[in-house]
T-cell receptor
């Protein structure tokens, strides 16, 4: 157990819908990262937050947004979902914003039908 | 931004043989290089990491080497076992606040 909690574990939804993925980082970790992993693909960086502020942005679609709350948990919002958004979404956390081990949650498997 | 390339994309070895996975990075400011192992359907887990002030690091059957001049680093697994079968990702980041950038992954298959 990495100490990073993601909910839900599985999510099935229809095209055009909106979903919210939740991540609770390890106790004491200030940085949260979101990654997307499509079938047999690598880890695509989406966005990073550090202590409530956006720190870095990757290839995140405009239909996707995220935030980190004062209690440091983070939410990734995916809207106007398309079939191609089906993927495993990982959250990771680390103590600082870079240069230290990032611990991954178990992921949320999103299936868009 | 940082770009990390990883080779090979698949690697098949016989149990007991060694496996080597190589990565190159583009940002000379990168100074932290972790390796993650991801088993099917599970989360990536850190197996070893190295910082730029060190050229080599070893942990039992796993070792990582770093060549800063050439901007490449490698993962070496000796005496491979079937349980080493997984996807391995290299990554790079720096102290300037850039995110952890991952390579494309290597699917390692260890045949009994």
């Amino acid at each position: 157990d990495s100490g990073v909690t993601q909910t839900p574990k599985h999510l099935i939804t229809a095209t055009g819908q909106r979903v919210t993925l939740r991540c609770s980082p390890r106790s004491g970790d200030l940085s949260v990262y979101w990654y997307q992993q499509s079938l047999d693909q690598g880890l695509q960086f989406l966005i990073q937050y550090y202590n409530g502020e956006e720190r870095a942005k990757g290839n995140i679609l405009e239909r996707f947004s995220a935030q980190q709350f004062p209690d440091l948990h983070s939410e990734l919002n995916l809207s106007s979902l398309e079939l191609g958004d089906s993927a495993l979404y990982f959250c990771a956390s680390s103590v600082v914003y870079t240069g230290t081990e990032a611990f991954f949650g178990q992921g949320t498997r999103l299936t868009v039908v | 931004g940082e770009n990390v390339e990883q080779h090979p994309s698949t690697l098949s070895v016989q149990e007991g043989d060694s496996a080597v996975i190589k990565c190159t990075y583009s940002d000379s400011a990168s100074n932290y290089f972790p390796w993650y192992k991801q088993e099917l359907g599970k989360r990536p887990q850190l197996i070893i990491d190295i910082r730029s002030n060190v050229g080599e690091k070893k942990d039992q059957r796993i070792a990582v080497t770093l060549n800063k001049t050439a901007k490449h680093f490698s993962l070496h697994i000796t005496e491979t076992q079937p349980e080493d079968s997984a996807v391995y990702f290299c990554a790079a980041s720096n102290n300037a606040g850039n995110m952890l950038t991952f390579g494309g992954g290597t699917r390692l298959m260890v045949k009994p």
